[in-house]
């Protein structure tokens, strides 16, 4: 029998939203993206898109870096502190006006809760009672660089059209620390909801660490009642310097079509 099995390389600008079903508990593809350049929706409404998509719809990788004009949090090794956003930052529906920076790479948008440096996944990870931007979350250390935040009224991101929270961690080892070399990345929080992370270097000099072999990258609701979460990767070296990943509820295209030709 002939095959005609044809891979259509052509990229198709369907942009319509996948159709969310906003009944909570809703399962998702949030365990099994994996490092797709696209996944979700997960049962709220939220895909990723990352930088390696040349569909129009993915992030710019642009580099804010904020050390010289942000605030440094000196937070400690497994520490956290809360901080003001500066708007108002709608997350899974929930307006938030203040957060909480975790030095192990993730911010909760909350008041209390605890970025622990053993990193959980896949997720969802259901212990947390948070809703939580997991950037980067892993054990990270405090011998080298700081974490900062700044919010910008007129956001420097190209993609954040109004204002945007920013929050770097800069030169930061992995525990116990110094190591052979450390990480720097960012979060950014736009008003209209949207999350990109920004990764500049994410090569330790340790392959059990590099680029997240040791990481859990996601964002996940309070999942005390389980629950909404879109996980982009999962304790695998995949991520890369120069990446950046938008969290969104707006358009995303779909991903390359795959047709089979009979
Ligand atoms: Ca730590
Ligand atoms: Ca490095
Ligand atoms: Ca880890």
Known sequence: MKSAFVMCSVLLMVTAAFAADPGKGVENSGTAVGVEAIGGPDGYGYQYIDSTENTGLEPTYSWVDITGTGTGLG???DGETNIPIGFSFPFYGVDYSNAQVGNNGGVLLSATGDVWAGNLCPMPYTGHEHPAFWVFWDDM???SGDVYYET??????PDCAGACLIVEWYDRPHYPGPGASTATFEAIFCDTGDIIAQYQDLDFGDPTLDYGASATVGIEDDTADVTYFLQYS???ADLADGLAVKYTTGPVPVDL???DIE
Do not use: K, M
């Open 75 to 77: 937070l400690d090794d």
């Open 257 to 259: 079509q795959r047709i």
């Open 234 to 236: 999962c304790d695998t």
């Open 141 to 143: 250390d405090t011998e």
């Open 152 to 157: 910008q009224g007129s956001c420097s991101h």
